[in-house]
């Protein structure tokens, strides 16, 4: 019997003992992850973080800015920025309506153009020309001197997004090369043929006419006869810069 009660003493004890080491256990778990958010104070005075970081490893929002962003560039999924708004047509003009008409090629696509003399100056032209099937028509300007023929075109307007350089044969058609002046400089061959009545003169043709003339026939007036060159009013007015 003291044995036993000897043995119970000894429960007895250990489980008072027991008692306030479980509370330091709990205490300690509970103080544990407030420690772990408080900042160390680092010998500089900084804190310094010595918690894991808690903002979500999965999406840290890159693919949104970067959606935003194309979204703002207007680029398109195949990395070609896509045309936010649509180029200027120019559409075609009331005072050219009138106006003699040029049929021809450039390249291997029909033209259709309107050509009348430039008030107030000598052997110029300007127009207007509409390439196959185009939305809208692009402006011409040009001169003619000993035979030769040059031009320029502008598809706004204001720049010269292109050139015409030829020669007129004795029916007043005209041949050469259109150069792309605004994109990458490229070549097409042209033909330009009056309709009705010749705008660009051929070589031997009065000068300084700057007038309208009825379009040489194809074939002789009579057998073994051509057509009389017309007899074109002189001027004299002074020749400017071209301009649209």
Known sequence: MPRC?????????????????????????????????????????????????????????????????????????????????????????????KYPVYTGMLGEVPIHMRLGAKPGEIDSVHGEYLAGKGPGVRLVTGEYENGGFLMEESDDGTHVTGTWEGAVDARGVVRGTWTDAAHDGRTLPFVLRPVAVVVIPPYDVAANSNAAVAATPMAPAAPGQVSPAPVLPPVNPARSGAHW
């Open 5 to 97: 009660s000897n043995v119970s003493e000894r429960f007895l004890s250990m489980g008072s003992l027991a008692r306030p080491a479980g509370a330091l256990i709990a205490l300690l778990l509970a103080v544990a992850p407030a420690a772990a958010q408080t900042p160390v104070k680092a010998s500089n005075g900084y804190d310094v973080s010595t918690g894991a970081i808690s903002a979500p490893a999965a999406d840290l929002g890159l693919n949104r800015a970067v959606a935003d962003g194309e979204r703002r560039r207007g680029t398109a999924d195949n990395s070609v920025s896509a045309q936010t708004t649509p180029p200027r047509v120019l559409q075609p003009q009331s005072e050219y309506a």
